[in-house]
Nanobody, 124 residues
Framework: QVQLVESGGGLVQAGGSLRLSCAAS????????MGWFRQTPGKEREFVAA??????YYADSVKGRFTISRDIAKNTVFLQMNSLKPEDTAVYYC???????????????????WGQGTQVTVSS
């Protein structure tokens, strides 16, 4: 099992930037894929970005604005969020899994471990 702890959330004005971090511990050697999801009240959790076998994947809504990266030595994954919009407001969750990411499958299919989430609020 992998334990995940997110940090870096907060309140930012529209157009601003935030950088989320997710520190992994435990069976991190099995984390082939790491990713970020987000959720707002009353809505299903939605895919944001993933990094798997050195490839990156993004939801259309964040392409060109968000960048996912990974520091394998530090067992940490990052989400750099630029040009933030009010609709990016959500709780952001880090996820890890041992299966490779596939665009032909559900975005959540590789993931078996989830963090507790960090709140991101973008004011207009």
């Amino acid at each position: 099992q992998v334990q995940l702890v997110e940090s870096g959330g907060g309140l930012v004005q529209a157009g601003g930037s935030l950088r989320l971090s997710c520190a992994a511990s435990g069976r991190t050697f099995s984390s082939v894929t790491m990713g970020w999801f987000r959720q707002t009240p009353g809505k299903e959790r939605e895919f944001v970005a993933a990094i798997s076998l050195s490839k990156t994947y993004y939801a259309d809504s964040v392409k060109g604005r968000f960048t996912i990266s990974r520091d394998i030595a530090k067992n940490t994954v990052f989400l750099q969020m630029n040009s933030l919009k009010p609709e990016d407001t959500a709780v952001y969750y880090c996820a890890a899994g041992y299966r490779p990411f596939s665009e032909r499958l559900s975005p959540s299919s590789p993931f078996g471990s989830w963090g507790q989430g960090t709140q991101v609020t973008v004011s207009s």
